[in-house]
T-cell receptor, first 114, second 112 residues
Framework: KAGVTQTPRYLIKTRGQQVTLSCSPI?????VSWYQQTPGQGLQFLFE???????NKGNFPGRFSGRQFSNSRSEMNVSTLELGDSALYLC?????????????FGEGSWLTVV | TQLLEQSPQFLSIQEGENLTVYCNSS?????LQWYRQEPGEGPVLLVT?????EVKKLKRLTFQFGDARKDSSLHITAAQPGDTGLYLC????????????FGAGTTVTVRA
């Protein structure tokens, strides 16, 4: 069974631009969450969606947003990019029915802001 | 605010040696997961533990979940260079909590 798929894998953007990252969860998984990973802060939770509804949100500014589609695919958007947004953005999926479901990660999207 | 601590931060050992990584929290976990991550890749799930006192074995890896569900350890026996990577523990604190809180990770290097 295919794992969590993220696109693009690598991208370079200029400060002030915006970026959209895409995530396709494991088939049958309805929960998708997003994390930011940086050397200094480690893995930080961004937000989680289930059945197109945001259930949890981390402590990130409003420039970070996301959405989930009816087929459970998800996108996250970062507007007005800053140099500090350079990071590995990880998408993860789970069945989502209860909090005990195991979370599986994709390979991530490497964003570099110059 | 829950605090999840991993130790040590770095471990460098010779092939064939054993190692243990620790994960501790000030609060009780409802469940805890261990992941290994290699450079440029996403974390790969190793194990999920949910019951206090639980011990799980995965070949040369042994995972323990503390009786009080506030701590966990990962022990690797006879480490191999292929065990090199960043080991992350991640926990959920609440049954209604759908996010994972991660430790800072332990970078393990196994020298041939």
């Amino acid at each position: 069974k295919a794992g969590v798929t993220q696109t693009p894998r690598y991208l370079i953007k200029t400060r002030g631009q915006q970026v959209t990252l895409s995530c396709s969860p494991i088939s049958g998984h309805r929960s998708v969450s997003w994390y930011q990973q940086t050397p200094g802060q480690g893995l930080q939770f961004l937000f989680e969606y289930f059945s197109e509804t945001q259930r949890n949100k981390g402590n990130f500014p409003g420039r970070f947003s996301g959405r989930q589609f009816s087929n459970s695919r998800s996108e996250m958007n970062v507007s007005t990019l800053e140099l500090g947004d350079s990071a590995l953005y990880l998408c993860a999926s789970s069945l989502g029915g209860t909090s005990g479901n195991t979370i599986y990660f994709g390979e991530g999207s490497w964003l570099t802001v110059v | 605010t829950q605090l999840l601590e991993q130790s040590p931060q770095f471990l460098s050992i010779q092939e064939g040696e054993n190692l243990t990584v620790y994960c501790n929290s000030s609060s009780v976990f409802s469940s805890l997961q261990w992941y290994r991550q290699e450079p440029g890749e996403g974390p790969v799930l190793l194990v999920t533990v949910v019951t206090g006192g639980e011990v799980k074995k995965l070949k040369r890896l042994t995972f323990q979940f503390g009786d009080a569900r506030k701590d966990s350890s990962l022990h690797i026996t006879a480490a191999q260079p292929g065990d090199t990577g960043l080991y992350l523990c991640a926990g959920r604190y609440d049954l209604n909590d759908y996010k994972l809180s991660f430790g800072a990770g332990t970078t393990v290097t196994v020298r041939a």
